[in-house]
Protein backbone atom coordinates (compact mmCIF):
# COMPACT_ATOMS: atom_id res chain seq x y z
CA UNK A 1 0.00 0.00 0.00
CA UNK A 2 1.64 3.07 -0.66
CA UNK A 3 1.06 6.69 1.06
CA UNK A 4 1.77 9.95 0.03
CA UNK A 5 3.06 11.46 3.83
CA UNK A 6 3.64 14.97 2.31
CA UNK A 7 0.44 16.57 3.75
CA UNK A 8 1.13 15.14 7.31
CA UNK A 9 1.79 18.51 9.65
CA UNK A 10 3.97 17.85 12.29
CA UNK A 11 2.58 16.79 15.65
CA UNK A 12 -0.10 15.17 13.33
CA UNK A 13 -0.96 11.61 12.29
CA UNK A 14 -3.11 10.14 10.17
CA UNK A 15 -4.64 5.89 9.93
CA UNK A 16 -4.73 3.89 6.84
CA UNK A 17 -6.18 0.75 6.75
CA UNK A 18 -3.64 -2.51 5.73
CA UNK A 19 -4.61 -6.09 6.08
CA UNK A 20 -7.35 -5.03 7.70
CA UNK A 21 -5.39 -3.23 10.15
CA UNK A 22 -5.07 0.82 11.56
CA UNK A 23 -1.72 1.87 10.81
CA UNK A 24 -0.76 5.42 12.08
CA UNK A 25 1.56 7.31 9.75
CA UNK A 26 2.68 10.10 12.63
CA UNK A 27 4.91 13.34 11.79
CA UNK A 28 6.71 13.99 15.61
CA UNK A 29 7.47 17.20 16.16
CA UNK A 30 11.34 17.88 17.56
CA UNK A 31 9.65 18.12 21.26
CA UNK A 32 7.97 15.07 20.47
CA UNK A 33 11.18 13.54 19.94
CA UNK A 34 12.91 14.87 22.37
CA UNK A 35 9.84 13.11 24.86
CA UNK A 36 11.44 9.77 23.89
CA UNK A 37 14.56 10.10 25.81
CA UNK A 38 11.94 11.45 28.71
CA UNK A 39 10.51 8.33 28.46
CA UNK A 40 12.31 6.33 27.88
CA UNK A 41 13.34 5.11 31.34
CA UNK A 42 9.84 4.63 32.31
CA UNK A 43 9.07 2.24 29.11
CA UNK A 44 9.33 -1.21 29.51
CA UNK A 45 11.08 -2.42 25.96
CA UNK A 46 12.88 0.68 25.07
CA UNK A 47 15.05 -0.62 22.17
CA UNK A 48 12.10 -3.16 21.14
CA UNK A 49 13.90 -6.48 21.86
CA UNK A 50 11.02 -8.50 22.76
CA UNK A 51 10.26 -11.27 20.25
CA UNK A 52 6.32 -11.64 20.61
CA UNK A 53 6.18 -11.11 17.13
CA UNK A 54 8.77 -10.03 14.46
CA UNK A 55 9.97 -5.81 14.65
CA UNK A 56 11.92 -5.00 11.84
CA UNK A 57 15.86 -4.13 12.49
CA UNK A 58 15.15 -0.03 11.18
CA UNK A 59 12.67 0.05 13.92
CA UNK A 60 14.96 -1.04 17.02
CA UNK A 61 16.29 1.79 17.93
CA UNK A 62 14.51 4.29 20.46
CA UNK A 63 12.40 6.11 17.53
CA UNK A 64 11.65 3.01 16.25
CA UNK A 65 11.40 4.24 12.85
CA UNK A 66 13.41 5.00 9.81
CA UNK A 67 13.52 8.30 9.35
CA UNK A 68 12.86 9.51 13.24
CA UNK A 69 10.54 12.37 12.52
CA UNK A 70 8.17 9.90 11.23
CA UNK A 71 6.42 6.88 13.21
CA UNK A 72 4.78 4.42 11.32
CA UNK A 73 2.80 1.69 13.77
CA UNK A 74 -0.06 -0.68 13.49
CA UNK A 75 -2.47 0.71 16.14
CA UNK A 76 -4.11 -2.12 17.68
CA UNK A 77 -3.11 -2.76 22.00
CA UNK A 78 -1.07 -5.70 22.42
CA UNK A 79 -3.03 -6.18 25.45
CA UNK A 80 -6.93 -7.38 23.94
CA UNK A 81 -6.53 -5.48 20.82
CA UNK A 82 -8.21 -2.18 21.17
CA UNK A 83 -7.28 0.67 19.48
CA UNK A 84 -6.03 3.44 21.92
CA UNK A 85 -6.66 7.12 21.25
CA UNK A 86 -4.19 9.73 21.19
CA UNK A 87 -3.56 12.24 23.94
CA UNK A 88 -0.24 14.08 22.45
CA UNK A 89 -0.90 17.30 24.59
CA UNK A 90 2.18 16.77 27.32
CA UNK A 91 0.88 17.46 31.18
CA UNK A 92 -1.80 16.22 33.64
CA UNK A 93 -5.07 14.58 32.52
CA UNK A 94 -7.13 12.16 33.67
CA UNK A 95 -6.13 8.48 33.48
CA UNK A 96 -2.26 9.96 32.57
CA UNK A 97 0.42 10.60 34.93
CA UNK A 98 1.67 14.33 35.89
CA UNK A 99 4.53 13.59 34.06
CA UNK A 100 3.03 12.71 30.59
CA UNK A 101 5.37 13.68 27.88
CA UNK A 102 2.58 12.81 25.23
CA UNK A 103 1.68 9.69 23.43
CA UNK A 104 -1.20 6.84 22.93
CA UNK A 105 -4.18 5.73 25.77
CA UNK A 106 -5.45 2.49 25.38
CA UNK A 107 -8.65 3.74 27.99
CA UNK A 108 -10.07 0.02 28.12
CA UNK A 109 -7.53 -1.18 30.15
CA UNK A 110 -5.50 1.63 31.04
CA UNK A 111 -2.36 0.83 28.61
CA UNK A 112 -0.26 4.01 27.55
CA UNK A 113 1.89 4.40 24.97
CA UNK A 114 4.72 6.84 24.34
CA UNK A 115 5.20 8.72 20.52
CA UNK A 116 7.13 5.65 19.85
CA UNK A 117 4.38 3.44 20.39
CA UNK A 118 6.39 1.97 23.22
CA UNK A 119 4.16 0.81 26.03
CA UNK A 120 4.97 2.04 29.63
CA UNK A 121 5.95 -0.41 32.81
CA UNK A 122 3.37 -2.05 34.97
CA UNK A 123 0.58 -1.79 31.86
CA UNK A 124 -2.14 -4.54 31.02
CA UNK A 125 -0.02 -4.23 27.43
CA UNK A 126 2.73 -6.98 27.03
CA UNK A 127 4.53 -5.40 24.48
CA UNK A 128 5.37 -2.39 22.42
CA UNK A 129 2.85 -1.19 19.26
CA UNK A 130 3.69 -3.54 16.14
CA UNK A 131 5.42 -1.89 13.53
CA UNK A 132 4.86 -3.47 10.24
CA UNK A 133 7.13 -3.61 7.08
CA UNK A 134 7.42 -0.61 5.16
CA UNK A 135 10.08 1.61 3.49
CA UNK A 136 10.31 4.88 1.35
CA UNK A 137 10.08 5.31 -2.50
CA UNK A 138 10.60 8.38 -2.14
CA UNK A 139 11.02 11.44 0.75
CA UNK A 140 7.22 11.54 0.85
CA UNK A 141 5.96 8.24 -0.92
CA UNK A 142 5.74 5.90 1.96
CA UNK A 143 5.12 1.78 0.98
CA UNK A 144 3.35 -0.18 3.98
CA UNK A 145 3.73 -3.83 3.81
CA UNK A 146 7.21 -4.27 1.92
CA UNK A 147 10.46 -3.85 3.29
CA UNK A 148 12.97 -5.27 0.76
CA UNK A 149 14.91 -1.61 -0.17
CA UNK A 150 14.78 -0.12 3.42
Given amino acids: MEVDITAIPPGQK ?5 RGKPVWIMRRTPEQLASLE ?6 AD ?5 TAY ?8 QHRSIKPD ?3 GIGICTHLGCSPGEKLTPGPQPSLPDNWQGGFLCACHGSTFDVAGRVFKNKPAPD ?3 V ?3 MY ?3 TMLLIGDDKKA
Fill in 38 to 43: KTEPDV
Fill in 46 to 50: PKSER
Fill in 54 to 61: PIPEYAKN
Fill in 14 to 18: ITVEW
Fill in 70 to 72: VFV
Fill in 132 to 134: PPH
Fill in 137 to 139: LSD
Fill in 128 to 130: NLE
